[in-house]
């Protein structure tokens, strides 16, 4: 139907089926008219207008009534001014301050809630997944991640047969104390590092460094049975699991736990991280414990953890056992406070310790 132009203005207007752009006039009356060449090509009721997001110099606006993607664009100043003030409706659903603070308000409540996940919700799934992997896994992670672990140390395990006769006698001892039924497998590496690792799947390695340092059976029977209690409360597992996340249970659930990426994966965590308080003091009362039933007092190892932070000397090659396990003044305050007299027998005699001291040989 041909209209004539009362008050028009020039406008662009995307239909909502092409991307063409078309110059119309604007007819404003009862309704928003949208002119072609003198021919209303569309009627856009006023109620039904609604702004949309523009550049600052142009109103752009939809219809609820018409296509989707129909839009119209309008420059002129007179024209927007007559629009918005022929159109009730025109901002409803763009929100305002009250919107604004419900957005900025769900944002934070999802920003708390992935805090949370990460501070609450791994780590209670990683202490309920790590009892039900099964050993065979655990098994083979840890021994993938021990020939890393040789590897980054040199690799040489110390096999003076007097030496690992001393070294079996003194981790028997400490396994029959601590109850330890699970099979597990101890080594010692040549290495000046000080440092004690427990692995995944029953592994336990002690380098010579660390035994070197040590001034009696008592402070590196301590040390050891601190390691068991990681391994008997399968503190490694619970560590990769929670640091691994979601892609390290994908791995375990479809046996993809001994790919390379998987191995470096786990052998970084293990020498990198720290285990946490919880577990570092689980770890300690287990030490303890052991060391009580033995007739022996668990101070030993704590003052030698407090010797070698006093060295103050860091190897470069690898974290020590102190960054690992961290010797804070509240574990130094509970072994002091289960310190007793010792009651039961020398662990190791005096030849038996000389031994297992040179069991890597010359250093």
Not at 102 to 117: M, N, T
Not at 140 to 159: H, P, S
Request: hydrophobic residues 45%.
């Amino acid at each position: 139907m041909a209209l004539e132009a009362a008050q028009d203005s020039l406008a662009d207007y995307f239909d909502g089926t092409s991307s063409r752009k078309r110059r119309v006039e604007l007819r404003l009356g009862e309704n928003l008219d949208i002119v072609e060449a003198g021919v209303a090509v569309a009627t856009w009721p006023f109620d039904t207008i609604r702004r949309v997001d523009g550049p600052a110099h142009i109103l752009r606006l939809a219809s609820i009534s018409a296509l989707p993607l129909a839009r119209i664009e309008v420059e002129d100043a007179a024209m927007i001014a007559a629009v918005v003030a022929r159109c009730p409706s025109l901002d409803v659903g763009r929100g305002g301050p009250a919107q604004t603070w419900r957005i900025v308000f769900w944002s934070l409540a999802a920003a708390c809630s992935i805090v949370g996940v990460v501070i609450y919700g791994i780590p209670y799934a990683a202490e309920r997944l790590a009892p039900l992997v099964p050993d065979a896994v655990e098994r083979r992670m840890g021994e993938a991640v021990a020939g890393q672990v040789r590897n980054i140390f040199g690799g040489t395990i110390c096999d003076a047969p007097e030496g690992q006769a001393a070294f079996a006698s003194l981790m028997e001892k400490i396994r029959t104390a601590g109850g330890i039924a699970r099979p597990f497998d101890a080594q010692v590496l040549h290495s000046k590092v000080k440092n004690a690792l427990a692995l995944p799947g029953g592994r336990i390695f002690m380098l010579d460094g660390l035994l070197q340092v040590a001034r009696s059976p008592d402070e590196l029977a301590g040390i050891l049975a601190h390691e068991l209690g990681h391994l008997h409360h399968r503190h490694s597992m619970r560590m990769l699991i929670q640091t691994g996340g979601t892609s390290f249970l994908i791995g375990l659930l479809l046996g993809d736990i001994t790919g390379s990426g998987a191995v470096i994966f786990a052998t970084r965590t293990l020498l990198d991280a720290s285990h946490s308080r919880e577990a570092e003091q689980e770890a300690d009362r287990f030490a303890a414990a052991v060391m009580q039933k033995l007739g022996r007092s668990p101070l030993p190892m704590a003052e030698l953890l407090f010797r070698i932070t006093g060295e103050g000397k860091l190897e470069s090659k690898a974290v020590t056992i102190i960054s690992s396990h961290p010797l804070t003044e509240d574990r130094l305050a509970l072994m002091r406070k289960l310190d007793r007299p010792n009651t039961g027998p020398e662990l190791l005699s005096a030849t038996e310790w000389q031994a297992l001291k040179a069991i890597c040989g010359k250093n």
